[in-house]
C-alpha cells in the first residue's frame, strides 16, 4: 500500500532531550515535507527536500533539523525540544512532477 | 505566512443539505487545493484547480476558483454524517518548493 508513515505517533518528553521524529514513504517520491499544526494556526511548513541531500528551511524552522540521506527517509530532529515546540507534526511528500501532497497521520509531541 | 483564509470557521449542517465553504487568498497561485482532516488524522487530497481553470468537479464535490478576487469555493453536494471533518483550502505558488500554503479550515458537521 502506498502511504506516508510516521513514528512515534503520539511523544510525551522533557524540554531539552533530544528526540527524533522519523517519516518515510515508499512512493518513491522526490519531493518531502514536515508541517506542523496548531489550533488556530493552521498548516505551517518547517522544513523540505526537493530530493536527496537536498534540504531548505521553510517558514518555522527554528528549534529543527532534518536530514535527506535516502530517498525514502526524511526525518525531523529537535536538538534541544522546548514547550513551544508541544505541536502536531505531519510530513507529507509528492513527486516531483505533481501538485498534490500525501500526507502521513502525524505525531502528536508533548514537550513539558 | 498564511495565505488562504477559509469562511466560514464553523459549519453545522443536515445530513442531504449542501455545504459551501469559501477560502480567500492573497498573492498570485498556480493552483488552489482542498484538503479535508477527519479528527487527529492525517489529511487528505480532495481536489485540485489550477490558476488557469474556474470550475472543476469530482463526485459530489465541485470547487470554483476566482482569480479576479483571489478566492475560490468549495461545494459538497447531498453532505453524509460521513463528510464530517476539517476542510482546508492550500495555495501552491509554484516555484522550485512544492510549498503548499494552508488556510486555518473550517470545520464541518453534519447532523444525521
Known amino acids: 500500500e502506498a502511504q506516508v508513515t510516521q513514528n512515534p505517533r503520539y511523544l510525551i518528553t522533557v524540554t531539552g532531550k533530544k528526540l527524533t521524529v522519523t517519516c518515510s514513504q515508499n512512493m518513491n517520491h522526490e519531493y518531502m515535507s514536515w508541517y506542523r499544526q496548531d489550533p488556530g494556526l493552521g498548516l505551517r511548513q518547517i522544513y523540505y527536500s526537493m530530493n536527496v541531500e537536498v534540504t531548505d528551511k521553510g517558514d518555522v524552522p527554528e528549534g529543527y533539523k532534518v536530514s535527506r540521506k535516502e530517498k525514502r527517509n526524511f526525518p525531523l530532529i529537535l536538538e534541544s525540544p522546548s514547550p513551544n515546540q508541544t505541536s502536531l507534526y505531519f510530513c507529507?511528500?509528492?513527486?516531483?512532477?505533481?501538485?498534490?501532497?500525501?500526507f502521513g497521520p502525524g505525531t502528536r509531541l508533548t514537550v513539558l | 505566512s498564511q495565505q488562504g483564509e477559509e469562511d466560514p470557521q464553523a459549519l453545522s449542517i443536515q445530513e442531504g443539505e449542501n455545504a459551501t465553504m469559501n477560502c480567500s487568498y492573497k498573492?498570485?497561485?498556480?493552483?488552489l487545493q482542498w484538503y479535508r482532516q477527519n479528527s487527529g488524522r492525517g489529511l487528505v487530497h480532495l481536489i485540485l484547480?489550477?490558476?488557469?481553470?474556474r470550475e472543476k468537479h469530482s463526485g459530489r464535490l465541485r470547487v470554483t476558483l476566482d482569480t479576479s478576487k483571489k478566492s475560490s469555493s468549495l461545494l459538497i453536494t447531498a453532505s453524509r454524517a460521513a463528510d464530517t471533518a476539517s476542510y482546508f483550502c492550500a495555495t501552491d505558488a509554484g516555484g522550485a518548493n512544492s510549498k503548499l500554503t494552508f488556510g486555518k479550515g473550517i470545520t464541518l458537521s453534519v447532523r444525521p
Open positions: 484547480i489550477r490558476s488557469n481553470e
Open positions: 498573492t498570485s497561485i498556480n493552483n
Open positions: 507529507a511528500s509528492s513527486p516531483w512532477d505533481a501538485d498534490t501532497q500525501y
